[in-house]
């Protein structure tokens, strides 16, 4: 049975929720699967995934951000990775700088790894031509290596991932958010909610939770509708 270890940043928000889900549908499909999760013990969010993954009977590590030397602090993520000996890594990406120490002990111990980048931009605005490959770039660069394949979830997320950071067509994959409707509880429709926007009682209403950025598509929704 192979092993697949999911490394994270992030303990809150939609990509904390695609973790969450990932984790249980690979669980599910019969692979063992471990959490390494790098984070402040206050960051906000944390107790609720901890609290998640235990519920979903998902073993979970907890781990500090390390401050040092790049090359101490590789050291000791490939001796945490070796630890849990995985066959494949996935790393939850919420942007280019994140989970750079654990993707470099992934490099370093020849291990498989996949990435689902949520935001795939680099807020220099450098490329990713001619990247260093050496530990001692990594406060300049975003990579300094890359996995073996990348998950976007939207076409304009790829382009980014491609033009910001180089990264080749053929490791990319485009798999769109999906939507657990066994989550939600059907329930009658407030019609005070609905009088308030001067909704009509027999028309269709689409809801969409996420921050007005335009990578979260608003405008096709808007033109949908119109």
């Known amino acids: 049975m192979d092993k697949i270890l999911f490394v994270t940043n992030i303990v809150y928000g939609g990509a904390k929720q695609y973790?969450?889900?990932?984790?249980?549908?690979?669980?599910?499909?019969?692979?063992?699967t471990e959490a390494y999760i790098v984070s402040r013990i206050d960051e906000n969010g944390l107790q609720a995934l901890c609290r998640e993954l235990k519920e979903a009977d998902v073993k979970y590590t907890v781990t500090q951000p390390l401050q040092g030397r790049h090359s101490q602090i590789i050291k000791q993520r490939c001796i945490d990775i070796k630890l849990r000996n995985p066959d494949i890594i996935h790393f939850n990406q919420g942007g280019p700088t994140c989970n750079r120490f654990e993707m470099a002990?992934?490099?370093?111990?020849?291990?498989?790894?996949v990435a689902t980048s949520h935001l795939p931009t680099i807020k220099s605005g450098k490329t990713r031509i001619s990247f260093p490959k050496t530990p001692l770039a990594l406060c300049e660069w975003c990579y300094p290596w890359e996995a073996d394949a990348y998950i976007v979830e939207s076409e304009k997320n790829e382009e980014m991932l491609l033009l910001n950071q180089g990264i080749p067509k053929n490791k990319t994959q485009i798999i769109h958010y999906g939507l657990d409707f066994g989550k939600f509880k059907k329930r009658k429709r407030n019609q005070e909610i609905l009088s308030a926007f001067s909704i009509a009682p027999e028309h269709f209403v689409i809801g969409s939770v996420g921050d007005l950025n335009w990578r979260n598509g608003f405008s096709a929704h808007a033109a949908f509708l119109m």
């Open 19 to 32: 973790y969450v889900d990932l984790i249980n549908g690979m669980k599910n499909r019969g692979y063992d």
């Open 105 to 113: 002990a992934a490099y370093k111990l020849q291990i498989p790894s």
